[in-house]
T-cell receptor
Framework: DAKTTQPNSMESNEEEPVHLPCNHSTISGTDYIHWYRQLPSQGPEYVIHGLTSNVNNRMASLAIAEDRKSSTLILHRATLRDAAVYYC????????????FGTGTRLQVTL | GAVVSQHPSRVICKSGTSVKIECRSLDFQATTMFWYRQFPKQSLMLMAT?????????EQGVEKDKFLINHASLTLSTLTVTSAHPEDSSFYICSASWAGNTEAFFGQGTRLTVV
C-alpha cells in the first residue's frame, strides 16, 4: 500500500478554517485519496474522497495537488465537535479494497 | 450513509474465556467485512478481511485460531476472541463494504477488557 504522511497534531480555534495536509508521494494512478475521522471511543467516520479533482461535500472540501502527491482536507469552520483524529488513506480502485490506517492527525479545537 | 451496528459496545470477560463480537450491516448487503484492533493512543490495525461465504484472510501476525471470524451471511460477521488474555484487551472495530462502492462504513466499536 502506498504510504501517507500527516502531521501528528494540529490546533485550531473554533469558527476558524482548518487545513489538514497529507503527503502521498508514491500514490499510483488508480489510488483514491480518502479521509476518515475518528472521534474519541468511536469507530471511524467517512469524511470525503477524491481521485484528481477537488471535491466538496457538506462536511469538508478536499484539495488535491495537480501531481496528486499531496492533498489537503479543509474544514471551513471548525467546531468543538470536529476535534478528532483525521486519517488520510489511499485506497486502490477495486472491489471493497481494504483501508490501511496511518497515524493520522489529532485535531484540537479550542474556544 | 449506510449503517453498521456492532454489539456489544463494551464487554468484560475473565481470562481464559471466549468472547463473541457481532457486526451487522443494517441497510445494505456487505460482501466484505473488515476487522480492526486499536490499542490506546494508537491507530487502527487491520486484523482480517472476510468475504461472505468464504474463509477470512488474516493479516500477518494475527492468529487465526485465536481470532475466529465468521461471515455466514451478507449482513452479519462475527469475531470470536478465544481463550482471551489481558493482552487481548483492546478496542475492536468492524467495517463493511459492498462490491463497487468506494466508501467504508464502520461500526461503533467494542471495548474488550479481559480481567
Amino acid at each position: 500500500d502506498a504510504k501517507t504522511t500527516q502531521p501528528n497534531s494540529m490546533e485550531s480555534n473554533e469558527e476558524e478554517p482548518v487545513h489538514l495536509p497529507c503527503n502521498h508521494s508514491t500514490i499510483s494512478g488508480t489510488d483514491y485519496i480518502h479521509w476518515y475521522r475518528q472521534l474519541p471511543s468511536q469507530g471511524p467516520e467517512y469524511v470525503i474522497h477524491g481521485l484528481t479533482s477537488n471535491v466538496n461535500n457538506r462536511m469538508a472540501s478536499l484539495a488535491i495537488a495537480e501531481d496528486r502527491k499531496s492533498s489537503t482536507l479543509i474544514l471551513h469552520r471548525a467546531t468543538l465537535r470536529d476535534a478528532a483524529v483525521y486519517y488520510c488513506i489511499l485506497r486502490a480502485v477495486g472491489t471493497a479494497s481494504k483501508l490501511t490506517f496511518g497515524t493520522g492527525t489529532r485535531l484540537q479545537v479550542t474556544l | 450513509g449506510a449503517v453498521v451496528s456492532q454489539h456489544p459496545s463494551r464487554v468484560i470477560c475473565k481470562s481464559g474465556t471466549s468472547v463473541k463480537i457481532e457486526c451487522r450491516s443494517l441497510d445494505f448487503q456487505a460482501t466484505t467485512m473488515f476487522w480492526y484492533r486499536q490499542f490506546p493512543k494508537q491507530s487502527l490495525m487491520l486484523m482480517a478481511t472476510s468475504n461472505e461465504g468464504s474463509k477470512a484472510t488474516y493479516e500477518q501476525g494475527v492468529e487465526k485460531d485465536k481470532f475466529l471470524i465468521n461471515h455466514a451471511s451478507l449482513t452479519l460477521s462475527t469475531l470470536t476472541v478465544t481463550s482471551a488474555h489481558p493482552e487481548d484487551s483492546s478496542f475492536y472495530i468492524c467495517s463493511a463494504s459492498w462490491a463497487g462502492n468506494t466508501e467504508a462504513f464502520f461500526g461503533q466499536g467494542t471495548r474488550l477488557t479481559v480481567v
